[in-house]
């Protein structure tokens, strides 16, 4: 190592890199000392430091928090990865520890979490009462980025094939999307249909970005029709109620529908498109990389049993 890379190594020291990607996630210096339990002050020093270090701006810093400098960009990339790294020598280091400590960041889409992870986690967590199980909940695109960046050791959603050619994926689950109406509506009778039928209808759907409005829209332009979406939800209960009362009709995977059943009276129609069945990946920048305990969850969500239907 170069005597320049040499002192440029010893002035960054990793708490202030763990803070500075804490700010980075959050958004606000307070979120981020409140999480990490320091004070405000000590974190915006230490933030003030790290600039000085590497002898540039990293944050905008502005009354509602703080936003990233193109520099400031670049370091969190490289930060996250410089992290990724210790957590990595650290899961390694724990097989010789008796038992297995640790914890796993999973970032998950809302079809895999109301579906299949509650149990799923359950039994592991029941195997690994040691292990610590950090999920959020994000849209299928933002699950890929958090992998990508090291933000989250494993993801589960539907990768949409060229989003995660840089990330390595494996079979998780899979569900075929219903078409649901309130009972009694004109389509409440049928036993399958074509989703260009639907486009009579209005539609209540979930976030723009989510995996099912960017296929409901894919498949409207395809048929030269308008998606006649008129409502937008955040939650699949929000949109039963919503379904219930009249507001338009709308697209659930199967499970969720069943689980959410009671949410209102309603009828479920199977979806006859191709598109409708669709499969949950589990993804990782490299699952043999992976610290000891995310490996370890990672082979318990990708074990064939896991894959029959409850």
């Known amino acids: 190592m170069k005597s320049s890379e040499r002192s440029f190594a010893r002035r960054i020291d990793l708490t202030s890199l763990q803070l500075f990607v804490a700010v980075c996630e959050l958004g606000s210096i307070g979120r981020a000392a409140q999480q990490e ?33 193109p520099a400031g960009e670049s370091l969190l990339h490289h930060a ?59 849209l299928s695109p933002d699950v890929l980025h958090a992998v990508q960046e090291g933000a989250a050791d494993l993801g589960i959603c539907n990768t949409g094939g060229n989003g995660a050619l840089a990330l390595q994926s ?13 009972t009694g509506h004109a389509l409440s009778t049928r036993s399958a249909i074509n989703f260009e ?15 099912i409005s960017l296929a409901m829209r894919a498949a409207a332009a395809s048929a030269g029709r308008p998606l006649r979406q008129r409502i937008q939800v955040t ?43 669709r499969e949950l990946r589990l993804v990782a ?10 490996r370890l969850l990672a082979e318990h969500l990708a074990t064939p049993a896991l894959a029959a239907p409850h």
């Open 285 to 294: 920048r490299d699952f043999e990389a992976l610290p000891v305990t995310a």
């Open 170 to 182: 494996r079979p998780y689950r899979s569900d075929r999307l219903m078409l649901i109406v309130p």
């Open 37 to 69: 339990f320091i004070a405000a002050s000590a974190v915006s020093k230490r933030l003030s430091d790290l600039e000085t270090a590497v002898d540039t701006a990293l944050l905008y810093r502005h009354s509602r928090g703080v936003t990233l400098t």
């Open 197 to 211: 039928e639907i486009l009579d209808w209005d539609i209540v759907g979930l976030h723009a970005n989510s995996s």
């Open 235 to 277: 939650g699949l209960d929000a949109m039963c109620r919503m379904i219930d009362n009249g507001l338009g009709v709308g697209l659930l995977p199967d499970r969720a529908f069943a689980l959410m059943h009671g949410v209102g009276r309603l009828a479920a129609v199977p979806l006859q498109d191709a598109w409708a069945h």
């Open 80 to 138: 996250r990865t410089v992290l990724f790294g210790l957590e990595r020598m650290q899961g390694e280091l724990s097989e010789y520890a008796e038992g297995v400590r640790g914890h796993v960041r999973v970032h998950a889409n809302i079809s895999a979490i109301v579906q299949f992870l509650p149990e799923d986690l359950g039994a592991f967590a029941r195997a690994h009462s040691q292990v610590k199980i950090d999920l959020q909940e994000h």
